[in-house]
Every structure is written in structure tokens, then in C-alpha cells.
């Protein structure tokens, strides 16, 4: 998922960029107001059959649990979170959080749960991909074919143990995100590691901000959600005659973050609130990325992360049909939800943007 905040204007050092203060501000409210009428219009086809609020959301370890982005639950009912201060969070069935592992990152994305009791993998944007365990916090895997493996974004855990990891972008940092979305080409790429040799491989590549990753139920399939073109792709395990990725759901409400199988075999997904003719309006004109390159705060034309984000969830069938949503415009109960897991009942949620974890019962 993207940072947490907005990037800072960066220096202009090149008198070529300079302009009459009348003329950029000029410049300024013309992409503005072009962003803002640029906005799609309502089609029957996001018409979706049940839409829901967040209302009766239960706040878990608020004011506790600081800025998680993903959550993960094993299979006892253990929920892990990983926090934006480092600290590989757990709450046990008695209702009480403890600070279980302390990693000192403060790049830490997604995470999993794996068949082992007490074992989480984590995605460290910064270091790789780590196992955290009883034993203490180890790196499974650094680089890959000879290069340092950066960005990498979430992780799941296959039947035989592989784990499949996205990487969000191999040319730009996080704090550089939004360059990767206002150059619009494709850096981001899926991995295998496989536990046997130790060694991570390259999956797919070309891919547009691979964010969420998640199995099919019968793991047959792996989705991976491609933020900047509102879709997710799926990709067959076992190819056959079959195409190395075909698309899985695309023209989504939203930039799709983590994705999350739920029991009966679809899929959670939380999106990012951005503007899918701005973001096209922007690729297709060198002024306008040169615009955004030189002013990154005019990113909130293109996407809300900010505290009063809106929080939207939609859960799509194993067809790449959305089948429910939940949304929340103003920000009332939870602000930009960026990863949503089913267990027993419940719907759990993380947030960049909250000190707590989401637990909302589903009827």
C-alpha cells in the first residue's frame, strides 16, 4: 500500500523549472479543476447487490495498537498485527495485546500466518521477507536473481510451504510511491520463495503496483492486486495451455490494496479511494506527470489516504464478481481500510490510518 503520508514538495534546484508565481497557479487550478470534473459518473454497473456500512464496528486495542497496515489470524484464533513503530503485535484469546516481537523497521507491510504455531512471515519494504517466530526475527530472503529485493508488499503461504511475495515496484523506494504511479509503467512483480533451497525466484513481472496477494481456496490460483489499474490479476499454479495471467476483476470502485481469501472460497479486498479518469488523465500527458513530479501534493486529486479517507471493503467471488461492499465516505467509524480478513464470523481490519484493529461482526 502506498506510505502513510504524503510526500513532501522535493527542492527545485533547475531555474528551468521556474515560472511567474500567476502563471503556476494558473497551471495549478487547470489540473485541479480538470482532475475534479474528470470524475465518473454512476454506472447501473457498480450498482451492487448488498452495500453496507461499518456501523457496530468493534475497536480492538485502540489507542494501543499504533498505525497497523495489515492483520493477519492463525488458525487458534491469534491475531497478529505488524505496527508502523516496528513491533510485531498479537492478541490472545483473553482479549489482552501483547508486544510479542520487536523488529526496528518502520517499513513494515504485509503479513501472514503460517501453517506453524506462533510463525508469521512479514514483508519488510526495507529488509525483505522476515519470519518471526518464538525464536526470534529472522530473513528468510534479501534478493533475488543477484538483485536486493525492495518494496516488497505482501506475502501467503502456499500448501507446500512456498510463499508468494509482491513487490510493489522495483524502481521506487516507498516514500517514492507516488512517482510510480505518475510514470504509469509497470515495475511491480510477484515471487516465489521456496523453502527448500532458500532461494526467492521471479514469478511475473510487468506488473502495475502489485499490492495484495492471496491463494484460491483450492490454491489453484493466486490473485494479485495491480493498484494503479483498478484490477487484480490471477495467475494459475499449474499452467497447462493456460495463460501466464488473465484478469480476474478489473474496472474496481477503487485501487485495490490487500486481498484476503474468506471461507467460502471469495475474496476481501480493500481499496484505495482514487480517481481512475484522473489517474488516466495524468498518463496521458507529459506536462501533467512533470506537474506532479515537481508539486506531490496535488496527489490528493489522485487518491485520499489521509485521516478523513473513506474506508471501502468489497468482497468479490471466485468468479470476479463483487457480491458485497462496505463503505464508509466520512470516515465515521474507520478511516481507509487497508487490509480486511474473514474469521469465524468476523470481518478484521487494519488501518494506516487507526490506533486499533477493526473487528466487525458479520450478519
Same mark, same amino acid.
Given at each position: 500500500?502506498?506510505?502513510?503520508?504524503?510526500?513532501?514538495?522535493?527542492?527545485?534546484?533547475?531555474?528551468?523549472?521556474?515560472?511567474?508565481?500567476?502563471?503556476?497557479?494558473?497551471?495549478?487550478?487547470?489540473?485541479?479543476?480538470?482532475?475534479?470534473?474528470?470524475?465518473?459518473?454512476?454506472?447501473?454497473?457498480?450498482?451492487?447487490?448488498?452495500?453496507?456500512?461499518?456501523?457496530?464496528?468493534?475497536?480492538?486495542?485502540?489507542?494501543?495498537?499504533?498505525?497497523?497496515?495489515?492483520?493477519?489470524?492463525?488458525?487458534?484464533?491469534?491475531?497478529?498485527?505488524?505496527?508502523?513503530?516496528?513491533?510485531?503485535?498479537?492478541?490472545?484469546?483473553?482479549?489482552?495485546?501483547?508486544?510479542?516481537?520487536?523488529?526496528?523497521?518502520?517499513?513494515?507491510?504485509?503479513?501472514?500466518?503460517?501453517?506453524?504455531?506462533?510463525?508469521?512471515?512479514?514483508?519488510?519494504?526495507?529488509?525483505?521477507?522476515?519470519?518471526?517466530?518464538?525464536?526470534?526475527?529472522?530473513?528468510?530472503?534479501?534478493?533475488?536473481?543477484?538483485?536486493?529485493?525492495?518494496?516488497?508488499?505482501?506475502?501467503?503461504?502456499?500448501?507446500?510451504?512456498?510463499?508468494?511475495?509482491?513487490?510493489?515496484?522495483?524502481?521506487?523506494?516507498?516514500?517514492?510511491?507516488?512517482?510510480?504511479?505518475?510514470?504509469?509503467?509497470?515495475?511491480?512483480?510477484?515471487?516465489?520463495? @521456496? #523453502?527448500?533451497? =532458500?532461494?526467492? +525466484?521471479? /514469478?511475473?513481472?510487468? !506488473?502495475? &503496483?502489485?499490492?495484495?496477494?492471496? %491463494?484460491?481456496?483450492?490454491?489453484?490460483?493466486?490473485?494479485?492486486?495491480?493498484?494503479?489499474?483498478?484490477?487484480?490479476?490471477?495467475?494459475?499454479?499449474?499452467?497447462?495451455?493456460?495463460?501466464?495471467?488473465?484478469?480476474?476483476?478489473?474496472?474496481?470502485?477503487?485501487?485495490?490494496?490487500?486481498?484476503?481469501?474468506?471461507?467460502?472460497?471469495?475474496?476481501?479486498?480493500?481499496?484505495?479511494?482514487?480517481?481512475?479518469?484522473?489517474?488516466?488523465?495524468?498518463?496521458?500527458?507529459?506536462?501533467?506527470?512533470?506537474?506532479?513530479?515537481?508539486?506531490?501534493?496535488?496527489?490528493?486529486?489522485?487518491?485520499?489516504?489521509?485521516?478523513?479517507?473513506?474506508?471501502?471493503?468489497?468482497?468479490?467471488?471466485?468468479?470476479?464478481?463483487?457480491?458485497?461492499?462496505?463503505? @464508509? #465516505?466520512?470516515? =465515521?467509524?474507520? +478511516?481507509? /481500510?487497508?487490509?480486511? !480478513?474473514? &474469521?469465524?464470523?468476523?470481518?478484521? %481490519?487494519?488501518?494506516?490510518?487507526?490506533?486499533?484493529?477493526?473487528?466487525?461482526?458479520?450478519?
Amino acid at each position: 500500500m502506498p506510505p502513510k503520508s504524503t510526500p513532501r514538495t522535493t527542492e527545485r534546484t533547475s531555474s528551468k523549472f521556474w515560472m511567474p508565481s500567476g502563471f503556476m497557479l494558473a497551471c495549478l487550478l487547470a489540473f485541479t479543476l480538470q482532475i475534479f470534473f474528470s470524475l465518473p459518473p454512476v454506472s447501473s454497473d457498480s450498482l451492487l447487490p448488498m452495500i453496507s456500512t461499518f456501523q457496530g464496528l468493534i475497536k480492538l486495542g485502540e489507542g494501543v495498537v499504533n498505525y497497523p497496515e495489515d492483520v493477519a489470524v492463525d488458525r487458534n484464533g491469534v491475531v497478529y498485527t505488524a505496527t508502523s513503530d516496528g513491533w510485531i503485535m498479537r492478541l490472545q484469546n483473553n482479549e489482552t495485546w501483547e508486544n510479542w516481537k520487536l523488529i526496528h523497521s518502520q517499513t513494515l507491510l504485509g503479513i501472514t500466518a503460517t501453517k506453524e504455531k506462533n510463525n508469521l512471515i512479514v514483508c519488510d519494504s526495507d529488509k525483505g521477507l522476515l519470519k518471526v517466530s518464538e525464536n526470534g526475527v529472522t530473513v528468510l530472503a534479501s534478493h533475488v536473481t543477484g538483485s536486493k529485493l525492495r518494496f516488497t508488499n505482501d506475502v501467503i503461504e502456499a500448501s507446500d510451504g512456498s510463499l508468494y511475495i509482491t513487490v510493489s515496484s522495483t524502481k521506487f523506494a516507498p516514500k517514492a510511491y507516488y512517482l510510480d504511479l505518475v510514470e504509469g509503467e509497470p515495475h511491480g512483480q510477484l515471487l516465489r520463495y @521456496d #523453502p527448500s533451497s =532458500k532461494q526467492a +525466484s521471479i /514469478v511475473l513481472e510487468g !506488473l502495475y &503496483f502489485a499490492n495484495g496477494v492471496a %491463494l484460491s481456496k483450492h490454491g489453484d490460483f493466486v490473485v494479485v492486486c495491480e493498484s494503479w489499474k483498478f484490477r487484480c490479476i490471477k495467475h494459475w499454479l499449474k499452467l497447462g495451455d493456460k495463460r501466464d495471467r488473465e484478469i480476474f476483476i478489473e474496472n474496481l470502485p477503487g485501487g485495490p490494496d490487500n486481498i484476503n481469501l474468506a471461507p467460502d472460497g471469495s475474496f476481501w479486498i480493500s481499496l484505495i479511494k482514487m480517481n481512475s479518469s484522473a489517474v488516466e488523465t495524468v498518463h496521458s500527458s507529459k506536462n501533467r506527470k512533470q506537474l506532479l513530479e515537481e508539486h506531490p501534493e496535488l496527489m490528493n486529486q489522485l487518491m485520499s489516504t489521509g485521516k478523513g479517507a473513506a474506508a471501502n471493503v468489497v468482497k468479490v467471488s471466485a468468479n470476479g464478481s463483487i457480491i458485497r461492499e462496505f463503505n @464508509d #465516505p466520512n470516515a =465515521k467509524n474507520i +478511516s481507509f /481500510v487497508t487490509s480486511a !480478513l474473514e &474469521f469465524h464470523g468476523n470481518l478484521y %481490519l487494519a488501518s494506516i490510518n487507526s490506533n486499533f484493529i477493526g473487528k466487525l461482526p458479520l450478519k
